[in-house]
């Protein structure tokens, strides 16, 4: 029904997808599968009008389309269910289905007719509720169920789904799968696209697995594994991009994290011990506890349980300035919205810890800060004047301030939250390089990351954490990335390697 | 990435950055030139230092309300601080106080104030404006409460408070008018060159990227609103030292001409930044338009009608530049990339 061939798109220096085909058969359920990073958010994007690409062609029942935005796209009929919500959270369920093209009778919004228009459709979904409630009084499953039923309103034939169930529990899934199982026989052609292998494989007719902004392989579910997607979301990509450890530094005393059975936000009872000089990474999907964890251990949320001791002795800090104060560091997930004051220079960026944080001197001593900046600008190699403002610069320069603010109070514990996330490749290995660094220099370091290999080529260790617990804990050679995904998207071991699948044979 | 900047030092040194003031300062030079032309004797020294006299009282609320813009903040209650620590002040020296020690007591009253609004602020997550809109009439009512709807006037004006204050240095430059400027430069410094003036822009500019740093949110913007009740407090104590009397409505128009004036100055409404300068210079130009009207003949009402017209001027052209600046930088940023 819709097929798209050589589809192409880059960002700045990244290429997102470098030569995408894909074909989709009408009435279907086709998965799209790949690691972060893979290119399948773009590609979804670019259907739905909201990216252009570059090259490449999308044609519609055989007739080349552009799309060349969201309403294009909605009059070819293609509909698309964000990944995080875009309800409005203070308004009714019917404002919210019939956002800006609500019925009008006599000048005036006519809330009878939206009601008709849409019970029968709610009644199907099975979202029983109140439709002049605000939305945010709706159970997150609700919500996601008021966003599917606002795109069927459109009446679209294809209809993309992105990680639609990631804010859902187990029961809120099953739910949506029965829905979604309605629609496929009701004639509606379904993209999906997730990181969790166990639901791909309960829902979907045919899976596509993505790598790099390619198409790897497409196959009828029936003919593949679990085992088998794992291997073509990897592909071979080892390279030298992860630099080799460092002799460790003999002069400073060994220090450690203990951690037991710590609790907040989505983290239930983890329990672990980091010593200075490894690296511990952390594994998970989006919204596992990895960031709730760290959070907690700045300051910047509170627990609910459990303790921790850092190596100067003392519990977890009540504020993100304690734990500044007491050398623990945070580079946040999110570099624009925690890490940088983009109207600012490199300069002012690079004064955050120093001047904001810490006690002493009460002036603001423009030479000192200048020091600052060329010392870091030197060190990081960032490419910038010190007065040049930090919005001007590329993402893995960006980065580097963040980091480097930090290194100015030479920290003994570091946060790294997904720190190479929106950087190329060539500040990528530059910043592998300065957590080799961190960690010898007697740094105690926590990575997390979305990407895998990073996690292997960097770690000591890896812990994953699934739906908010400790899952399970890879090391030495059972440090691959097989392992390390089952985990992730399981929250189990996979049991001797290969598992067949029912009534499946493994393929050689 | 391997290449590095030519030699970031010599960059610095080289560019030598325009002042962002003079932009104000130009206009303001321009509007007296203006009407010294056109009216010679506006521009008789006696003249321009009445003018800045009367630039004083406001002008201090415009010092404080920089700090408060720069947070991403503004405070409503502005006026009726002033009023009420003026209206305490002037009770104090009625009951037979010294001025000097009942002034020192109304710059404190007018801090407690601050404090209160702060710590309302400040514990229930509330922005400045919305508490400020509460504590703007709350202040008020309890200054007519305690004013009894009177003009309060100290009856024993020997004291050297008021001589002090009210003395025109060779016979030209008010006392109060100096100890204006002094407060403008160092608040400057305060907000250029100590760690609480840095901690201000910081938070201002992305207070979620502050919290990250470790800098104490709270604490900062609990410090800027009783720094602004301190100032307003000494505003209000100069102005009975230099009118002798405090009216029970007096200040009570003050906070739009201060934010005006302040925003003329070039203190972006997003925070992050602020100009003292500025807003001096703000203030300065609110009052040369409605002084100037009266040197045309024009009659004074149209002042207020100028001033607004003034400021949506001023937003605008400060729209324009920063377009075309953020435009150049994404050129820059376009041709660095490729």
Redesign the interface.
Known sequence: MISVRNLAKRYGGVVALDSMSLSVERGTIHAVVGENGAGKSTLMKVLAGVVKPDGGVVELDGTPVVIDGPNAARQLGIGMVYQELSLFPERSVLANLFVNREPVRRGLISKREMEAACSDLLDRLGLNVDVDAPVSRLSIGEQQLVELARVLLERPQLLILDEPNSALNSRETERLFAVLRGLRTSGITMLYVSHRLEEVFAICDRVTITRNGRDVLTRDRSGLTIAEVIEGMIGQQRDALFPPALPPRSDVAPTEIVVSNLAGGRLDKASFTARSGEIVGFAGLEGSGVSDLFDMLFGMRKARGGEVRFPDGRGMPRSATEAARRRVCLVPSDRRRDGLMLDKSILFNLSNVVVGARHGSPWYLARAALDRARRQIEVLRIRGAPLALANSLSGGNQQKIVIGKWLEIDPQVFLLDDPTRGVDVGAKREIYGLIRRMSAGGGIVLFSSTELPELIGLCDRILVVYQGRIAGEVSGSQMNEHTVLHLTNTGEMPQADRRPQANQETVA | ?????SN??A??RR?W?MPEEIGVVVALVAMMAVIGIARPRFLNPINLFSLLGNTTFLGMLAVGMVFLLAIREIDLSVGWMFNFSAVVAALLMVAGLDPWLAAFIGILFGAGLGLVNGLIAVTLRLPAIIVTLGTYSMFQGLSLVVNKGRAIVPADQSSSFFSVISTKLFGLVPVAALVFIVLAIAMHIVL????????V??VG??P?????????TNWVRLQTLVLMGAICGLSGVMYVGFRGAIDPNEGGDFVLVVIAAVIIGGTPLSG??GTIIGAVVGMMIIQVISSGLIFFGIDATWSTFVTGAVIVLAVSLDRLIKFQRARR?ER??ET??S
Do not use: V
């Not at chain 2, 990435?1 to 900047?5: G, L, Q, W």
């Open positions: 990435m391997t290449e590095t900047d970031p030092t960059a610095t560019r950055r250029h060159r100590t760690r609480f003036g840095y901690r822009q910081a500019s992305n979620e990227a502050a919290a990250h740093a470790g800098i104490p992050g930044h930088a820059s940023r660095l990339r």
